[in-house]
C-alpha cells in the first residue's frame, strides 16, 4: 500500500514538473485554463487521483487556481522583488557614483588582502582574467564579463568568502557599461585599454605581496571609472 502512495506521488511529481515547465516556457500563459482532468488523464497515462495530486501541487506552487465551474487557470506569477543593488538608474550619475563608492570602500580592502593571502592558484586567476580584457578587445568581444571576473578573482584572493559573496549579489549591475542604454555598443577601444592597464596595476601589486600599494591601485581604478561613467553619461 505504502509503495503504490509512494508510486502515486512520483508520478504527482513528474506531471506537476511537466506542467509547470510549461507554464514558465509560456506553453500555459496567464489567464490560460488547462486541459480538463479527462485530457490530462489521457495525455499522462495516469488515474484522475494522480491528476488531481498533481494539480493540488500546482496549486500550492501558486501556478494555477481553479474557477468553480469553469475549470483550473494558470495564474499570474509575482513579480519577485529587485536583487539588492539591482535598483540603479544608469543614466543618472549620481546612482552609477553611489555604486561605484560603495565598491570603492569593499573592494581596496579586498585587494589588500589578496596582496597578503593569495595563493599560487588565485594570483594566476588574477593575471589570466586581466589579460581576458585585452584579448576580448582585441578580438572585438564584449569585456564586460572579462571585467567581471577579475574583480571576482581579486575578491576569491583575499580568502574571506564574504567578499565574493557581496560581488555576486551585485553581478554584472557592477559594471555600468554593461547596462548604460547609452554604452550598450562597445565602449571605444582607448575606453577599455585603460581599464586593462588599471587591472594590470592591481594584479601586479597583489603578486608583489605589495597590500598598500594593491589598495591604492584599487581606489585609483575604481575612481578613475568614476570619471569615465560621468564623461560617458554627459555624452
Known amino acids: 500500500m505504502a509503495r503504490t502512495g509512494e508510486a502515486r506521488r512520483n508520478l504527482a511529481a513528474d506531471i506537476i ?3 509547470g515547465s510549461e507554464i514558465a516556457e509560456g506553453t500555459f ?3 490560460d485554463k488547462l486541459p480538463s482532468e479527462a485530457r ?3 495525455r499522462f497515462g495516469v488515474s484522475r487521483t494522480v491528476v488531481r495530486e498533481a494539480i493540488a501541487g500546482l496549486r500550492a506552487d501558486g501556478l494555477v ?3 468553480q465551474g469553469a475549470g483550473v487557470f494558470v495564474l499570474e506569477r509575482p513579480q519577485e522583488p529587485p536583487r539588492p543593488f539591482h535598483i540603479i538608474d544608469y543614466e543618472k550619475i549620481s546612482s552609477v557614483i553611489e555604486m561605484l563608492e560603495l565598491r570603492v ?3 581596496m580592502e579586498a585587494a589588500a588582502l589578496a596582496a597578503q593571502r593569495r595563493s599560487p592558484q588565485q594570483e594566476e586567476a588574477i593575471f589570466d582574467a586581466a589579460a581576458e580584457m585585452r584579448r576580448c578587445a582585441a578580438e572585438d568581444r564584449p569585456t564586460k564579463e572579462a571585467d567581471l571576473t577579475f574583480h571576482l578573482a581579486v575578491a576569491d584572493a583575499t580568502n574571506n568568502p564574504r567578499f565574493r559573496e557581496f560581488l555576486d549579489i551585485m553581478g554584472l549591475s557592477m559594471i ?8 550598450e555598443r562597445r565602449a571605444a577601444p582607448d575606453f577599455i585599454a585603460k581599464i586593462a592597464a588599471e587591472h594590470e596595476r592591481i594584479a601586479e601589486a597583489i603578486s608583489g605581496g605589495d597590500s598598500a600599494g594593491a589598495r591604492a ?4 581604478h575604481l575612481r578613475n571609472s568614476m570619471a569615465r561613467y560621468r564623461d ?3 555624452r
Open 65 to 67: 487556481a481553479p474557477r
Open 17 to 19: 514538473q511537466t506542467l
Open 176 to 183: 555600468p557599461r554593461a547596462a548604460l542604454s547609452l554604452t
Open 232 to 234: 560617458l553619461i554627459r
Open 29 to 31: 500563459r496567464p489567464g
Open 217 to 220: 591601485a584599487m581606489q585609483d
Open 40 to 42: 490530462l488523464t489521457e
Open 105 to 107: 570602500s569593499v573592494e
